[in-house]
């Protein structure tokens, strides 16, 4: 992905893994645990193995994150985790690493995605092409609404 700012260019690298790579912990214990406080002990859970992960690098630095596996309960492929390391926001990588999961789960027949996000960034996921459905409910004290995509 090139991002071409007031005077700068942005190249990133996608690299995409079966397990989970240091560099994905790195950047989510950064954002979600040291930024915003959610738990250490809760941001690493069960569906790590089942998840493919992808992380972006930028000049051999690790700039954003993000995972996803098949939901069975609901129909479709849940995209989660998705960061960007400070440094790097504002320069349209979050965006590219959910459309590069979205591309690696067309790769594998899906159809759906849905993504479990933080009310504070709805209209970036509706930027994306998601809708939200369902209630808005808490997740560690956070306000977060479930949000659906049809992938063509």
Same mark, same amino acid.
Request: aromatic share 10%; hydrophobic share 40%.
């Given at each position: 992905? /090139?991002?071409?700012?007031?005077?700068?260019?942005?190249?990133?690298?996608?690299?995409?893994?079966?397990?989970?790579?240091?560099?994905?912990?790195?950047? *989510?214990?950064?954002?979600?645990?040291?930024?915003? #406080?959610? !738990?250490? @002990?809760?941001?690493? @859970? /069960?569906?790590?193995? *089942?998840?493919? %992960?992808?992380?972006?690098?930028? @000049?051999? %630095?690790?700039?954003?994150t993000s995972r996803f596996f098949y939901d069975e309960t609901r129909g479709a492929y849940l995209i989660s985790r998705i960061a960007v390391m400070k440094e790097y926001r504002g320069? &349209?990588?979050?965006?590219?690493?959910?459309?590069?999961?979205? /591309?690696?789960?067309?790769?594998?027949?899906?159809? *759906?995605?849905?993504?479990?996000?933080?009310? *504070?960034?709805?209209?970036?996921?509706? !930027?994306? &092409?998601?809708?939200?459905? &369902?209630?808005?409910?808490?997740?560690? #004290?956070?306000? %977060?609404?479930?949000?659906?995509?049809?992938?063509?």
């Amino acid at each position: 992905m /090139k991002y071409a700012g007031t005077h700068i260019e942005v190249t990133m690298e996608i690299k995409v893994y079966d397990k989970l790579p240091t560099y994905a912990v790195e950047i *989510r214990m950064q954002v979600f645990v040291k930024e915003q #406080g959610f !738990s250490k @002990d809760l941001e690493l @859970d /069960k569906n790590e193995q *089942r998840a493919t %992960h992808l992380v972006g690098f930028i @000049d051999g %630095h690790f700039a954003a994150t993000s995972r996803f596996f098949y939901d069975e309960t609901r129909g479709a492929y849940l995209i989660s985790r998705i960061a960007v390391m400070k440094e790097y926001r504002g320069k &349209g990588l979050g965006a590219e690493i959910v459309k590069a999961a979205e /591309k690696e789960i067309i790769k594998l027949g899906g159809k *759906r995605t849905v993504i479990h996000a933080q009310l *504070r960034v709805k209209e970036f996921y509706e !930027s994306l &092409g998601y809708t939200p459905y &369902g209630e808005i409910d808490l997740e560690e #004290g956070v306000e %977060h609404i479930m949000m659906q995509k049809n992938l063509q």
